[in-house]
């Protein structure tokens, strides 16, 4: 078990900056998501982690000691990789016996017992001495699993390694890594373009887009307040709905227009607007935060809206709708409450909106 | 399975025969069998019956093929040409196909592993392929040149380096090594591209992976990068053992077996004997030797190479 230390680290390929002066204190026991989209550095910042690749500049330090320098196999770490990486001429348990037999040292019972445990823990005792080629991919990924925490590192690392399964087995898996790092109070480090992995796994999150580390924090914090457009844009399912307005300001009230929807703001929500540096802002609400009129309400906020699509997730609905001039916006309802075709208002209190200073990626949470 | 059923009352319905439905494919590809037959199995089995014949038909009183028993074989298993011509084979196939399966599968992995720029790694495959292309004849033609024993190149180099240097093709080792060191020349890009190939198409993740696991580079190249490559190794030997069986052009240039009959090979003796000699009824009982001979060391060969691992 080890704290992560990474220090101003910055990985270049020629003109290609893969990841961007990156500093991040991973605490140790943790399981760390690194998520974002492709491109955005997350694999590469694992990889130095590991000693695969060599920092352009920066360092990366277990509990202290300096470690970049050293080759992954003086690094006390495993990993379990996108494709797996299992070796197909051995056995399951050839494989998991690896990194023992690696380590040199260790009797072939002492080997045998440690291989045994950590198939029993990873639950696949009933397969592993088949040959890796035999294996289904939910097979394969247990076996993955067994080899990597057989040996007990002190840091975990995985790379995107559910990305090839269903969907119901990625979710088993998902929530059994889960229990399993929290048993072995292992320092992980989870890499994953899909943030709803992220969400789900992870005790921090650390949300990264073109080489930089954009928003670090626990789920609940970057769900709720997202530091920049981007995250807002990428964290949260279904997609959080975005208008565009111009700013302009009527007295104590910040007048918001995206051209055709008008929202007035006064008072306390109106104030972090005054720190607004652009003239055009985003102006964002979660599906969630939306709910349905028949009639625009007079004092609330709202906006007018004809519903297009309806898809079922179980006991709610996500409901596709459109304004009058074409806008797209996504609300998150009870289910069967909605029927296509529907014309209404989606009411939403201003105190859940989330205000970016500026309509690109980089654009900074003003409230 | 109503497909199958519809098909079989299809079948009873218009009441076509079986029969004719399996006589049809044998139709269809019996002219390839027959043109199979009358090209190789025809005159195989021919030569096998001569090789139990005598029929030397450039002698004087020319004589149609007698029947003579096993008196060929018997023959050549006393003839110590024949024997020096076997043990020549054991060290030139044993020895060269050896040395060229391992120096191409070194040259693989070092080009693949310390080479790192791609254009010079491409250039050095292709130049180890040229040789390949070149005519054995001429292949044979150079390198009889450079190993003149004056004036060759071979020799003059040895002699830039203080040797007095070797009379190459003036004894029997020296000149079966004289024609390794040809045939290598020519041949060892066959081994290089099977198991560049083969290197090539091992992930590069499963050594990131067993760098993690604390695997030493030692222990890489004997657990992940041999046992992978096992399978295409022995395939490289087995076509280099099969050039090796049939190996006569470079032979013939180079030494023309000798000094003397000292470096002769089984399929040169046989030649010797057939179209020199003219004893076509030995010469077929040397090629079946020959053939039998092949096939034991690819049976033994397989056998070894699947115990030994599992791929």
């Not at chain 1, 990474?6 to 003109?15: E, F, P, Q, V």
């Not at chain 1, 699993?145 to 002190?154: H, I, M, T, W, Y």
């Not at chain 2, 790192?116 to 033609?141: D, Q, Y």
Request: charged share 20%; proline share 5%.
């Amino acid at each position: 078990m080890a704290r992560v230390e990474i220090d101003n680290l910055t990985k270049r390929y020629g003109s290609i900056v893969a990841t961007n002066d990156i500093s991040l204190d991973i605490e140790d026991g943790n399981l760390t998501v690194l998520v974002g989209p492709s491109g955005c550095g997350k694999t590469t910042t694992l990889r130095s982690v590991a000693g695969l690749e060599t920092p352009t500049e920066g360092s990366i330090s277990f509990d202290g000691v300096d470690i970049t320098d050293r080759p992954p196999q003086e690094r006390d770490i495993s990993m379990v990789f996108q494709d797996l990486a299992l070796y197909p001429h051995m056995t399951g348990r050839e494989n998991v016996a690896f990194p023992l037999r690696a380590e040199k040292g260790y009797s072939e019972a002492e080997i045998e017992e440690a291989v045994q445990e950590a198939a029993e823990v990873t639950d696949c005792d009933r397969f592993i001495d088949k040959k890796i080629t035999d294996l289904s991919g939910g097979q394969q990924q247990r076996v993955a699993l067994a080899r990597a925490l057989v040996r007990r590192p002190e840091v975990f690392l995985m790379d995107e390694p559910f990305s090839d399964l269903d969907e119901l087995l990625k979710r088993q898996l998902r929530a059994e890594v889960v229990q399993l790092q929290q048993e072995f109070g292992v320092t992980m480090i989870h890499v994953t373009h899909d943030q709803e992995e992220a969400m789900t796994m992870g005790d921090d999150l650390v949300v990264m887009n073109q080489g930089d580390v954009v928003q670090f924090g626990n789920p609940d914090e970057v769900f709720s307040r997202p530091r920049t457009l981007f995250v807002a844009m990428f964290i949260g399912s279904p997609q959080i709905n975005r208008f565009d307005c111009g700013l302009s300001w009527n007295g104590d009230t910040a007048v918001l227009n995206s051209g055709e929807l008008v929202f007035e703001l006064l008072g306390e929500v109106a104030e972090p607007l005054r720190r607004a540096t652009e003239t055009r802002l985003a102006v964002c609400i979660r599906p969630q935060r939306l709910s349905w009129a028949e009639t625009e309400p007079e004092d609330g906020f709202s906006v007018p809206a004809r519903v297009n699509v309806v898809e079922k997730i179980g006991t709610e609905d996500i409901v596709r709708c459109t304004t009058p001039e074409g806008q797209d916006v996504t609300a998150e309802v009870d289910s069967g409450a909605l029927t296509e075709g529907m014309e209404g208002h989606l009411v939403f209190d201003p105190d859940n909106l989330h205000l970016f200073d500026g309509v690109n990626e980089e654009a900074e949470r003003l409230n | 399975m109503s497909t199958t059923r519809d098909s079989l009352q299809e079948r009873i319905a218009v009441n076509i025969p079986i029969r004719r439905e399996k006589l049809t494919p044998l139709l269809l590809v019996g002219p390839a069998l027959v043109t199979v037959f009358l090209v190789t199995i025809g005159p195989m089995l021919w030569s096998l019956w001569l090789s139990f014949n005598r029929w030397t038909p450039s002698s004087i009183t020319y004589q149609e093929p007698t029947f003579n028993g096993i008196g060929n074989f018997a023959w050549l298993f006393t003839e110590g040409r024949f024997w020096d011509s076997a043990i020549n084979f054991v060290y030139y196939g044993g020895v060269g196909v050896t040395v060229q399966v391992l120096l191409g599968t070194a040259l693989a992995l070092a080009l693949y592993n310390y080479v790192e720029r791609r254009s010079v790694r491409i250039g050095l495959l292709t130049l180890f392929a040229v040789p390949m292309m070149i005519a054995p004849l001429v292949a044979g033609r150079i390198w009889q040149l450079l190993l003149l024993p004056g004036g060759g190149a071979v020799n003059g180099i040895l002699g830039m380096v203080g040797n007095s240097g070797l009379p190459w093709l003036q004894s029997r080792w020296l000149g079966l090594t004289a024609l390794m060191i040809a045939d290598t020349w020519q041949w060892v890009g066959l081994p290089l591209l099977i198991i560049y190939g083969g290197r090539a198409s091992i992930p590069d993740s499963m050594y990131e992976a067993a760098q993690v696991n604390g695997a030493s580079r030692w222990m890489q190249f004997r657990r992940i990068t041999l046992p992978q490559l096992q399978t295409l190794i022995a395939i490289a030997f087995i076509l280099r053992f099969m050039d090796a069986y049939k190996f006569f052009d470079k032979l013939f240039i180079i030494t023309r077996g000798g000094p003397g009959t000292q470096t002769e090979l089984p399929t040169f003796y046989t030649y010797i004997v057939g179209f020199s000699e003219f004893n076509i009824g030995r010469a077929a009982a040397l090629t079946w030797v020959i053939g039998l001979g092949s096939i034991l060391t690819m049976l033994l060969f397989w056998r070894f190479m699947n115990t030994e691992g599992s791929v």
